[in-house]
DNA sequence: AATCTGCATGCGCAA
DNA sequence: TGCGCATGCAGATTT
């Protein structure tokens, strides 16, 4: 090995024993120091990956001479070979007869090696004596260059732009005479000159001596991260790593030099310096960045990073990947995680450009490992590799379940890749995608700012980290405020159109089956058929069940119940009638029961502060809520669960570990013992359900009849017992709550059931009047609807909303055949469609989906 | 039998 | 019309 020159010119030392290599890691990646003035030249984070000798430095094949990895402590340069293997560049250029190969546009298997050797090209064509062979391009040289390069401009060479490589691409050729240096744009100077106050490496070079030629040397050198992830002015990929580009190059020398560095930019995400050097502001945490994506600054070329890859990242989420002050992210790209990716076969497919823009360039299909770190600095091994897909590559990172099941992510939400300089390393971040009720995006509906729980669901992205996500439903709902609101309409999970979410969709595939229970409502104008199933009748309905509006329901003192809509115009809430179900838009004009609040000039009935604090009090309920939909998916679906699941969450409903974000129009292979939808229906798939029909609809609904009955007796054989031993449990006999915390309105009782359990009414659970089966009921909530509470105030009943499903879930195994369908017991009434309604709809929007299938 | 791996297929978007 | 990419699927491998 050679003796190696310090960079830093101030020092340039060159005694190879000052010199300490090893792997820094810290930084994660290999780093050389110098002994004699500390500088640290570190390499790329793939240096690692390229199979080091242990000494860091392995042999040309061809020549047998060493040659280093290509760090910028590298004394020798390397290639790799399209042969095979590497080769110091002296001889892949003899193997090429080619020296500079890059002008012809290699096949796609083109390795890493580009970059330096057209550095190297520029190098000649700036007359600087810089020798290229096996043995030694001599770094002194090398160092004199960069001192001449850096007097004539503090210029940055690395992290130049894409039109910085094509720039280079055009002239790759040392005998390229065809392209003179200075004037023209087409040679160093010009490269250097077009950098000038573009590349982020003055700005580094407070960082010492990694910067400058050391960095352009090392980031040339290295078909690595480090190079490739540039900063918004720079050009993903100075070193051209990947074919095609060439052609645009060579197209683009056409261009005026300026032009070309403004033209030939493309991946990259927009200057990111101001952005992405963490300012002050988002330092100080004053300012929650919207999630503003920064699509790249120009962008032409079929390579052109498309809008939805681009990095949307506030300042805080800069803030936290950099952790530290001196840190400087530098946004990438980020993807929305399909089914695919969030999946359990681990592989996250990266988008074309990106993984070509950004990541290291593999000949291989089995590609190279590369270390990414998430934001809680955790770092993860993924193998990056491609598959040959048609003509193209597919780009994937393997191995990422771990990791995404550390950061908890699930289909729909998002990854965020960008790079921490300037160690150069990766970090990949991450957005929960997160239901957020608003109604039509109204931005603020509170006095206080909240967001009110509507029917008009979409999900948006969450910048918090993932630990700060407890649950998939946004538990703070009612309360926090989105850093984005987007307009109700599409979301595109990905790209293609079967995960495009609109937001009724969104609402399906992410309110639960538990949640969906206050909203649904019998299609317009649906006609019920009364199928027997077990001697009950049910009510089967063409029409799926729709969504209606949400409503509160609160007890006056006196105990009188109230419901309170929120306008979708105004916002103002507006007392309603008990009875009344909202669809699913409803405005002040729609008010007909109160001619005084019948527009939306008409002031609130209610004082804001009240109004915080109901919702409020309606927050906790649904955290309560979500905690107990967590339990009850924990319990498994089995049955009418599956079903009810399947029929709000659609086809993924049946696997319910996953994320129901990965829609998708075809089924996933279907195991033994599967519930979804696909695997439920009938086995006609059409038809209605006759009294001896044993599809596996019917004999689930059946089965779970039967259990829920045998329930119900004994639970009132107990009840009976405990009465009459004149045991008294602490609860009034008038049924209220012991505690009386627990209001006159059920979280989802049904307003036909407040009206009934008000009354005082005891119904029989699971059967109406009628004989009809309500499935929706519960045995065991004999004693709920027994307790009778007296006037309580309007928030205590909100409160206790929550409770009974917590003791609902204690008490049985239901799982998710819970507090929804415990909502709708009254069975048979005026208002919301009786639970075997819903049953029904449930079944017939299977037969549809069946029929779908 | 379950899981992994690599490739094929086809949809949807962008040029 | 071509490309990118989500995902299906079959063969290989592992449990």
């Not at 003055?202 to 480090?226: H, I, K, W």
């Not at 603020?444 to 630990?467: A, K, W, Y």
Request: net charge neutral.
């Amino acid at each position: 090995m050679g003796s190696k020159i310090c960079m830093n010119e101030k020092c340039q030392a060159t005694t190879s024993p000052e010199w300490k290599k090893g792997w820094d890691l810290k930084s994660g990646g290999f780093a050389t120091l110098c002994s004699n003035c500390g500088s640290t030249y570190e390499s790329s984070v793939f240096c690692e990956t390229f199979h080091l000798e242990e000494d860091g430095w392995r042999k040309c094949k061809l020549c047998g001479k060493h040659i280093h990895c290509g760090c910028i402590a590298s004394k020798y340069l390397h290639d790799y070979m399209d042969s095979g293997g590497v080769g110091c560049i002296s001889c892949a250029k003899d193997v090429d007869n080619h020296s500079m190969r890059p002008v012809e546009i290699p096949s796609d298997d083109v390795l890493h090696g580009y970059g330096r050797l057209r550095v190297l090209a520029n190098l000649q064509s700036c007359n600087v004596d810089a020798t290229i062979d096996c043995n030694g391009f001599e770094t002194g040289k090398l160092m004199q260059l960069s001192n001449a390069i850096e007097e004539n401009q503090h210029s940055p060479f690395p992290q130049c732009q894409k039109g910085d490589t094509n720039i280079s691409n055009g002239q790759v050729k040392p005998d390229d005479k065809t392209h003179p240096t200075g004037e023209g744009g087409i040679g160093f100077p010009s490269l250097i000159q077009q950098s000038v106050g573009q590349s982020r490496f003055s700005n580094l070079g407070s960082s010492g001596p990694t910067l400058g030629l050391e960095d352009m040397y090392e980031s040339v050198a290295q078909p690595s991260l480090r190079f490739s992830l540039s900063t918004s002015l720079c050009s993903p990929n100075p070193i051209l790593p990947f074919p095609g580009e060439v052609a645009e190059g060579k197209e683009q020398n056409k261009v005026p030099l300026l032009q070309q560095g403004q033209k030939t930019r493309h991946i990259l995400p927009k200057p990111l310096k101001a952005g992405l050097n963490i300012s002050s502001e988002a330092k100080k945490g004053k300012i929650s960045q919207p999630l503003i994506a920064r699509p790249p600054a120009e962008g032409r070329g079929r390579h052109q990073l498309l809008p939805r890859y681009w990095p949307r990242i506030t300042d805080e989420e800069l803030q936290q990947l950099s952790g530290d002050l001196n840190s400087t992210i530098v946004p990438l790209f980020e993807k929305v995680l399909s089914a695919s990716d969030a999946g359990r076969i681990g592989r996250l497919v990266l988008p074309k450009a990106c993984a070509e823009a950004y990541f290291p360039r593999i000949s291989q299909s089995e590609g190279v490992p590369i270390r990414i770190q998430d934001i809680k600095r955790k770092e993860w091994t993924f193998q990056f590799r491609f598959w040959p897909n048609n003509n193209s590559r597919m780009y994937v990172l393997e191995g990422i379940t771990p990791c995404i099941q550390s950061m908890q992510l699930r289909a729909g939400d998002t990854v965020t890749f960008s790079r921490i300089d300037p160690e150069g390393k990766l970090v990949m971040g991450c957005r929960k995608a997160t239901i957020v009720g608003v109604q039509d995006a109204q931005t603020s509906s509170l006095p206080n700012g909240c967001h009110s729980g509507e029917t008009s669901f979409f999900v948006v992205n969450e910048s918090p980290p993932p630990e700060k996500h407890g649950g998939r439903i946004n538990k703070d709902l009612l309360e926090q405020p989105m850093l984005t609101l987007e307009k109700k309409g599409t979301q595109n999970i990905g790209k293609s159109k079967r995960l495009h979410i609109h937001s009724e969709d969104a609402l399906e595939l992410q309110v639960t089956w538990l949640e969906a229970q206050d909203l649904f409502r019998s299609s317009p104008g649906a006609k019920p058929t009364i199928v027997m199933i077990e001697n009950h009748d049910v009510e089967e309905y063409d029409e799926p069940p729709v969504f209606g509006k949400r409503t509160l329901f609160t007890a006056q003192a006196s105990g009188e119940q109230e419901q309170w809509a929120q306008c979708d115009s105004c916002s103002k809430w507006r007392r309603l009638p008990m009875h009344v179900l909202l669809p699913p838009r409803w405005t002040c004009s729609d008010n007909i029961w109160d001619s005084n609040r019948c527009s939306c000039s008409a002031p609130d009935e209610i004082i804001p502060k009240e109004v915080r604090s109901l919702f409020r009090a309606g927050k906790d309920s649904k955290k309560q809520r979500t905690t107990e939909n967590k339990v009850a998916q924990e319990l498994g679906p089995s049955g009418l669960d599956a079903l009810g699941t399947a029929a709000v969450l659609g086809d993924n409903a049946g696997d319910l570990g996953e994320h129901s974000v990965g829609a998708t129009t075809k089924h996933p292979r279907h195991r033994p013992g599967c519930t979804c939808i696909v695997c439920i229906q009938p086995p006609s798939g059409k038809g209605k359900h006759s009294p001896m029909c044993v599809c596996n609809v019917c004999k689930t609904v059946k089965r779970r009849f039967k259990t829920l009955m045998l329930r119900k007796k004994k639970r009132q054989s107990e009840l009976e017992a405990e009465v009459a031993q004149g045991k008294d449990l602490g609860m009034p006999k008038d049924g209220s709550e012991p505690d009386g915390t627990l209001g006159h309105t059920l979280p989802h009782m049904s307003h036909s059931e407040n009206e009934k359990s008000q009354n005082g009414i005891l119904l029989e659970v699971g059967e109406t009047d009628k004989g009809q089966l309500d499935l929706n009921c519960h045995p065991n909530r004999v004693e709920e609807i027994l307790t009778e509470p007296t006037g309580l105030g309007m928030l205590s009943l909100v409160h206790g909303a929550s409770r009974p499903m917590e003791k609902y879930l204690k008490q049985n195994e239901l799982g998710t055949f819970g507090p929804g369908l415990l909502s709708q017991a009254g069975g048979e009434n005026e208002g919301r469609p009786p639970a075997d309604r819903r049953l029904a709809s449930v079944v017939g929007k299977l037969q549809d989906k069946g029929d779908e299938g």
